[in-house]
Nanobody
Framework: VQLQASGGGLVQAGDSLRLSCALS????????VGWFRQAPGKEREFVGA????????YVIDSVKGRFTVSRDNAKRLVDLQMNSLKPEDTAIYYC?????????????????WGQGTQVTVSS
C-alpha cells in the first residue's frame, strides 16, 4: 500500500485546512489509517485515526472538537479536517496505514507511511 498526503500549507490562527491521504496499491484488503504529526524538535505524535470502514474514529484531546478524521473507500481517500487551527498545530503531518480493521495509537502499529505534508499556522 502506498500513501500520498497532501493539503498542507501556511495559514493564520483560526483558519481551516483539509489534509487528504490517497491510498493506492493493495487497497482491497482492510486497512485502518492514522494521522500523526511531528513538530520541530519534538517526537512524532498520534493525532487521530479511522477504522477500515469509517465506522470508528478517534482524535486526541488537544484537537478534539477541532479536527475530524473521515474516509471515502470508494475514492481511496482519508481526510483530516482541521478547523480553528492554532500555532501549536504547526508540524509535518503524516498519514499511515496498518493492516486490519482497527486503528492503533502507536506509530509502530502502522506498516505503511506517506511522505508528510507541512502545516504552518501563524499567530
Amino acid at each position: 500500500v502506498q500513501l500520498q498526503a497532501s493539503g498542507g500549507g501556511l495559514v493564520q490562527a483560526g483558519d481551516s485546512l483539509r489534509l487528504s491521504c490517497a491510498l493506492s496499491g493493495r487497497t482491497f484488503d482492510p486497512y485502518a489509517v492514522g494521522w500523526f504529526r511531528q513538530a520541530p524538535g519534538k517526537e512524532r505524535e498520534f493525532v487521530g485515526a479511522v477504522s477500515w470502514n469509517g465506522g470508528s474514529t478517534y482524535v486526541i484531546d488537544s484537537v478534539k472538537g477541532r479536527f475530524t478524521v473521515s474516509r471515502d473507500n470508494a475514492k481511496r481517500l482519508v481526510d483530516l479536517q482541521m478547523n480553528s487551527l492554532k500555532p501549536e498545530d504547526t508540524a509535518i503531518y503524516y498519514c499511515a496505514a496498518r493492516s486490519g480493521r482497527y486503528f492503533d495509537t502507536a506509530s509502530d502499529g502502522y506498516n505503511y507511511w506517506g511522505q508528510g505534508t507541512q502545516v504552518t499556522v501563524s499567530s
